[in-house]
Every structure is written in C-alpha cells, then in structure tokens.
C-alpha cells in the first residue's frame, strides 16, 4: 500500500476535460506533470448522470504512461470490474453506498487485477470504511454532492477529511487521503492541512477557460505545497 508522505498528488478529472479533445488533453497534462487520470464511470441511477465508460479508458490508455483511476459511481461496481481492468485502470475506486457487501466488493476489485478505493459521500459516516482499510490504497472523500462538476464544496469537508485521515492513523492504515469536488487554490489549504495527500483536479481548478493546463497545475501544486509547509 501507499504510504502517507509529505507530498501531494494531482489527479486530472477527465470529464471536466474538453470531451471533443480528450487525447490532447491527456497528452498535455503528461507533458505538465500530472500524476494520473480520474475517471467517473456512472451508471445514471447511482447519480443522475453518465458521461464515460471503459472503452474511453481503453482508448486513452496507450496515450500515456500515467495511471488511470476509475471512480465508480454507480449501483452495482462488480459488472464493470473486468472491462475496466481490460482497458487499463490501475485503481478502482467503489462507494460505500453501493449495492451489495462493501467487502465482497473490494476483493472482486483487486481479484480483477486493480488497486482498490472507496470512496465516501458528504453524508457517509467515516467509520464505514473501517472494515476494507486492510484492502485499499485509497480513500476518497467527496467534497461536494456527486454526480456533477462545479458544484459547491460542502461545509465542514475538511473536518471529513480529517476524521478520515484519524482513522487511517488509528488503524495503522497505510492508504492515502483523496479529496474530490471543487479542488481548486483557494480551497485547497485546508484540505491539504487535514491530511488530503491526493487532489482530484476538475472543473474549478484544472480545466479553466483561457488558462493553459499546466498553469493550473502548477497553481494547484503551489497552494497544495503552501498547505503542507504551514502556511
């Protein structure tokens, strides 16, 4: 497993991309430093939305040599497991409030061949991921409702996060922190402050208009490192 360290992880949330220019975008943010690619896979039902699937993975995949994630936002995790792992997804990320036993779900994650997640909604007691922290390499904590980008931080998101990484430190857990949701410079600090060491990067601090994607890279990257030096 992943270690907690001193450093930050950005993460690019593919669909806050250009979806007409998605290889560019891809090929870009290698070039800039990126660590990896986000990908939420909805089903419509889990959240009133779908935007990408695994062939996307598949088609992406041989653009770059960065890991891709897949954050499953959907009812039932375990049909999509295989193509997923197919397609290249080195991570899986599956939600404590899906259908079905959380652990039973995690194996079938890393039976595929996948570093397995799971991924908590604003309104999730932390404690439910308690009994799969011997499983996964990552938490991921929503900071705003999911489903959709741009949509306001909750309050109290980085008390969440910081609970959660409280948990991981009681338990002896080596998994990393991720935060996704309206991660931009400005509300990144406190985030970072409470132990968030992975950065979902979407629509608000990533992928802006007239800004080039490495600028906004290295913004977010800079206000990540602020946070981890204290200040």
Known sequence: MEAQGGTV??????M???????????????????DGFHVDIMDGLFVPNIVLGPPVVAALRPLTTRPFEAHL????????????????CALCLVHVESRGRLRRT?????????????ALNPQTPPALVEPVLDLVSRVLV???????????MVPGAARRVAAVA??????????????????NPRTVGPLVAAGA???????TGLFLPDQPLA???????AAAARALAGG
């Open 9 to 14: 992880q950005v993460v690019a949330s593919l």
């Open 16 to 34: 806050c991309a250009d979806l007409t220019a998605l290889g560019a975008a891809v090929r870009a943010l290698e070039a800039a430093g990126v």
């Open 73 to 88: 936002m959907v009812r039932d995790p375990r049909p999509l497991l295989p193509a997923l792992a197919r397609a290249g």
């Open 106 to 118: 995690v194996e079938a994650v890393r039976a595929a061949g996948m570093a397995a997640g799971v």
């Open 142 to 152: 929503m900071t705003v409702r999911p489903g959709f980008a741009g949509r306001p």
């Open 166 to 183: 409280a948990l991981l430190r009681r338990t002896g857990s080596g998994a990393l922190v991720e935060v996704d949701g309206n991660v």
């Open 197 to 203: 060491r992975v950065l979902v990067g979407g629509s």
């Open 215 to 221: 600028v906004s890279l290295v913004r977010l990257r």
